[in-house]
């Protein structure tokens, strides 16, 4: 997994509440045995009109939004069905953080499995922020001081240490709790004497 | 210390627990499907691993499958290869397999159940939010991303953070004609599509436990679109009885060691929670969704809202863009909601309980002329018991096609979707934009509802078909 440290990005703004994630990725795009390529089709049906042009009033159609690195969203942003597809088309399309004041949970705990920061703020610092999106200015966002700087100002933000610390040094979720192992046996063999039917043998 | 059902499932699959919180959780059954699994399986490859436990892993092909004739296979290449995909690993790594054309084939979450692999007081996880359906059995399921299905298929272990205890009652008696969808409906519009975010649902109250196994289903199933992690009920007679001599089910002395185990499973009567919502059944009606979002609800009798009467501008905006998506005008009535297609199935409403329900309105009606409706059962075994009821007749006789088993048009990744501005009413779980196929527009209503607004061709009061 791609570390996560700094970022400087003009943000774009999507001021759209309940950001579901068949929005951010429709199901004609799942059908894929991969995960990457999907960048292109980030957001499509905002994206494109029938005949697959892009829409040019869509943020993320418009320079310098293009290639915007940060993503400021409405609450409760990526609900809906837990495809991971949905990060893995913002990180094809270079969007490696995301703010809003509130992320759906397998959502939320689908970016850190790939790199993404989801930042979590209150409603008038997402406002705050968006201001900077609008006048195209760049913010940056600090992971190990878990703040972010905009202008003269900054913002500190919240973040799980034990997700940080895998973010910051891109670390394999399966590798650590393989290192584990020995508990894991030591579970099963406790659960295979306690309930000998989950094993069913 | 007195714990809920939640901590007490939780409690007893932990592996591990470092000092801030993180746990290692130990899954007892995975199921798996096509879209969600090729790059899980992918990266075991690439770093050597194997499947721990295939044993406790169950996969099954539904969301790209076509339910109309099967004998000439998948038209549509690229869903070809993810359902070929799915075939290809299961083999290479020894999972067990419902294909096809197996008649055990279903939808996932329906197929889990009907086999006796969903169990109580069990971990359950699959690549799809709506895996919180197996919580009717008084098991923790959640839906979880390809990469943790990764992680479980190596491992059989998740790592999780504790979420909150969140308890709702529904107590008293459903008018006639008013389903577990409605009750379901009604709790998403209360709490919101977020009002579940960071805990798990636990349903309670004597309208919970008068309810079916299916009926449990349908509400646990929904408990995604409230935002929580996962929703459950506590297990009983229902369910023991419901799952005695299903093929993968305990056996013999097996059996009486799981009932012993079950019969624990029920928060303490002095656990605290950190949320409580009382609801009354009585006062549910017939509901249906207007807009964009499933917590977009109102009853049968109500109006469309009107952003006009809202103070709130985000709340505003919200209304506007899904009355614009939607195509509907503000305060139109909702019984003059007129509707093209009609959809019953999927992990929702999609069992044999849900069929019968709808054949009952049906029998010895005609669909209205404009109305194209479709049944699409949950599962083959499912498909078999209707025709063996004679309810395909039902459908079939009243205008309803009626198809093979899968998730069709629930999400349309098949070739069963909606055009560009084409309205049904549909027992399917989320009203999204272009859910059903892209500019289409859904109601999300009961079984009942779902027949009765093909009879009228508009959304209509299912309450007027009860005999």
Known sequence: ?201 | MSTTLYDKIWNDHLVDQQDDGTALLFVDRHLVHEVTSPQAFEGLRNSNRKVRHPNLTLAVADHNVPTTDRTKGISDAESKIQVDTLDTNCKEFGVQLFGMDDKRQGIVHIIGPEQGFTQPGTVIVCGDSHTATHGAFGSLAFGIGTSEVEHVLATQTLVQKKAKNFRINVNGQLPLGVTSKDVILQIIGKIGTAGGTGSVIEYAGDLIRSLSVEQRMTICNMTIEGGARAGLIAPDEKIFNYLKGKPMSPKGENWEKALNYWNTLKTDTDASFDQELNLNADEILPMITWGTSPQDVITIDDKVPNPQSESDEDKKNSIERALNYMGLKPDMAAKDIKIDKVFIGSCTNGRIEDLREAAKILKDKKISSHVNAMVVPGSGLVKEQAEQEGLDKIFVNSGFEWREPGCSMCLAMNADKLKPEERCASTSNRNFEGRQGRGGRTHLVSPGMAAAAAISGSLDDVRKYQN
């Not at chain 1, 996560?4 to 003009?10: A, E, M, R, Y």
Request: proline letters at 4%; hydrophobic letters at 35%.
């Open chain 1, 1 to 201: 997994m791609q570390k996560f440290n700094t970022l400087k990005s003009i943000p774009a703004y999507l001021p759209i509440v309940n950001i579901d994630t068949d929005m951010i990725i429709p199901k004609q795009f799942l059908k894929t045995i991969k995960r990457t390529g999907l960048g292109k089709n980030l957001f499509f049906e905002m994206r494109y009109d029938d005949q697959g042009n892009e829409i040019s009033n869509f943020v993320l159609n418009q320079n310098p939004y293009d290639s915007s690195k940060i993503l400021i969203a409405g609450k409760n942003f990526g609900c809906g069905s837990s495809r991971e597809h949905a990060p893995w088309a913002l990180l094809d399309f270079g969007i490696t953080c995301v703010i809003s004041s509130s992320y759906a949970d397998i959502f939320y705990s689908n970016c850190f499995k790939n790199g993404i920061l989801p930042i979590i703020l209150e409603e008038e610092k997402i406002k705050e922020l968006s201001e900077y999106a609008s006048r195209k200015e760049e913010i940056s966002v600090d992971l190990n001081d878990e703040k972010i700087v905009y202008g003269n100002n900054e913002i500190k933000f919240d973040v799980d240490p034990f997700k940080k610390k895998c973010l910051l040094e891109g670390l394999d979720d399966i590798a650590l709790s393989l290192k584990k192992s020995d508990k894991i046996e030591s579970f099963e063999t406790d659960l295979k004497n306690k309930k000998p039917w989950i094993f069913n043998d």
